[in-house]
C-alpha cells in the first residue's frame, strides 16, 4: 500500500498491510533539515514551513498526517474591511528578528500591542507582550519587512499542497477548534464576560456551518477536516470546552460524517476526558497525541480497551525521553509496547507525543518507521 492508502484504510475502520506511521515533526525538524535560518520559513516563506513539512515526511517515508499545517483562507471569511496593515522589524541581532505590524489613522501610527519572535533555530513566539522582551510598546526604530515571498492559502493552494504531497499522505484543514480558550488573554475574557458565553457558543456554530459550506463548494476537497487545537485542556476545563467549543465541533463532526469526510482532533497535553467525550458522544474519526505523563494523563493500552472500536487511536511515544534523548533501541522498543498496546484490530496510527523536538536524531525516526513496517504487520 501506499501511505494515502494505509491511512485511508485505517480512517475507514479496516486492516492495512502494516501500521501506519505518523510521527509529529510538523515543525522544528522539517526547518532544521533546510539548513537555513528558522525565520526564512516562518517568516519570509522561504520554503513556507508547510512545504518544509512535505519534503520530510518524504524523506523520512512516514505515513503523513497534515492535521491543518496548510493554513487555507475560506473564501467566505476574506474581507477587505478594516485598517491595511504594516509589517515592521523593530529589533534584530544574530538570535532573533522581532515584528510588530501597525497602520495609520488620521496621520497617526497605531501599533499593535503584541509581536512576534522569529528565531534562528526555534520556531516563533506569538503574541508576545513587547515589554517583557525588553521592547517599548511602540517602537522608537522600525523598518518594513521587504522579502517575503507571497504564498497561496486560497483554495488553489491548497489544491497545490494536495499535489505536492501525492500518495505519501493525507491534507486536512481545519473545520472547528476544540480550543475555545487558548491563552491568558482568552481566560480573562471569559470570566470578565460570563453574558457572551452563550453567544459565543452560537457564533462558533455559525462559522463551522459556513466553512462547511466553503469546502463542499471546493474543486479539490480536503482528505480530512481537523476540528481539535493545542491544549484543549490545558486552559480550558471540561464544563468550558462544553460551554463555548464542544457544540461547534460536534456540528463540524456531524456535517463531515455526513458527507463521507474523516474528522481529526489534535490536542497535546491532558487528552484522557477529551477522548472519552468524542468516543462517546461524537463519530469523531481520529485523536492524537495521546501524551503519557507528564505532558499528558493518557495510557494507550487502557484508551484501547475502551474505545478503540469507536476512534482511531494515534500515538503516543514520548518526544523527549524516547525520540530526542533515547537510544535506537529505546525507540524500537517504544513502538513495539504501542503496537503491542494499540493495533489489535486496527484504528490506530503509530506517533508521537506532541512535536518531536529539533534535534531528534535522524536514526531515531527511521527506526520508528523500519518498527511500525516490520513488527507491526497484521
Not at 37 to 60: E, G, R, S, T, V
Not at 315 to 326: A, D, I, K, S, W
Request: with cysteine; proline share 7%; charged share 25%.
Amino acid at each position: 500500500m501506499t501511505p494515502r492508502e494505509r491511512l485511508l484504510t485505517v480512517l475507514r475502520g479496516e486492516i492495512p498491510d502494516c501500521v501506519p506511521v505518523a510521527p509529529d515533526f510538523s515543525n522544528m525538524i522539517p526547518a532544521r533539515l533546510t539548513g537555513k535560518p528558522f525565520w526564512d520559513l516562518y517568516l519570509y516563506n522561504d520554503p513556507p514551513i508547510w512545504d518544509a513539512y512535505i519534503d520530510c515526511a518524504k524523506l523520512f517515508d512516514i505515513d503523513a498526517v497534515m492535521d491543518g499545517y496548510f493554513p487555507m483562507q475560506y473564501p467566505s471569511e476574506q474581507t477587505g474591511s478594516g485598517p491595511e496593515w504594516e509589517l515592521f522589524i523593530v529589533f534584530q541581532n544574530d538570535e532573533r528578528i522581532v515584528t510588530q505590524d501597525s497602520y495609520l489613522e488620521n496621520g497617526k501610527r497605531i501599533w499593535r500591542k503584541t509581536v512576534v519572535v522569529y528565531y534562528v533555530a526555534d520556531p516563533p513566539s506569538y503574541g508576545i507582550n513587547p515589554e517583557d522582551i525588553g521592547l517599548p510598546p511602540e517602537p522608537k526604530h522600525f523598518v518594513p519587512v521587504e522579502g517575503i515571498k507571497p504564498v497561496d492559502m486560497s483554495p488553489s493552494g491548497l489544491k497545490r499542497i494536495m499535489g505536492l504531497l501525492g500518495d505519501q499522505g493525507l491534507v486536512g484543514v481545519f473545520l472547528a477548534y476544540t480550543s475555545a480558550l487558548c491563552n491568558e488573554n482568552g481566560i480573562y475574557n471569559y470570566y470578565d464576560h460570563p453574558e457572551l458565553h452563550e453567544q459565543w457558543a452560537v457564533e462558533r456554530v455559525t462559522n463551522v456551518e459556513r466553512r462547511f459550506e466553503d469546502i463542499m463548494a471546493l474543486e479539490t476537497k480536503p482528505d480530512f477536516l481537523c476540528v481539535g487545537g493545542s491544549g484543549s485542556l490545558v486552559f480550558q476545563s471540561v464544563d468550558i470546552l462544553r460551554q463555548l467549543a464542544l457544540p461547534a465541533v460536534k456540528r463540524g463532526i456531524e456535517l463531515a460524517t455526513a458527507a463521507g469526510i474523516p474528522t481529526h482532533v489534535h490536542s497535546c497535553g491532558p487528552e484522557k476526558a477529551l477522548v472519552k467525550i468524542m468516543a462517546e458522544e461524537t463519530e469523531l474519526t481520529v485523536i492524537d497525541p495521546l501524551e503519557i505523563s507528564p505532558m499528558g494523563d493518557c495510557n494507550l493500552a487502557e484508551l484501547k480497551r475502551l474505545y478503540g472500536d469507536k476512534i482511531v487511536l494515534k500515538g503516543n511515544l514520548h518526544t523527549t525521553e524516547v525520540m530526542l534523548r533515547g537510544s535506537v533501541a529505546d525507540v524500537i522498543a517504544a513502538s513495539k509496547q504501542a503496537i503491542d498496546d494499540a493495533a489489535k484490530g486496527g484504528r490506530f496510527i503509530l506517533s508521537t507525543g506532541d512535536q518531536c523536538g529539533r534535534d531528534t536524531p535522524d536514526e531515531n525516526l527511521r527506526a520508528m518507521v523500519e518498527t511500525a513496517r516490520t513488527y507491526g504487520r497484521y
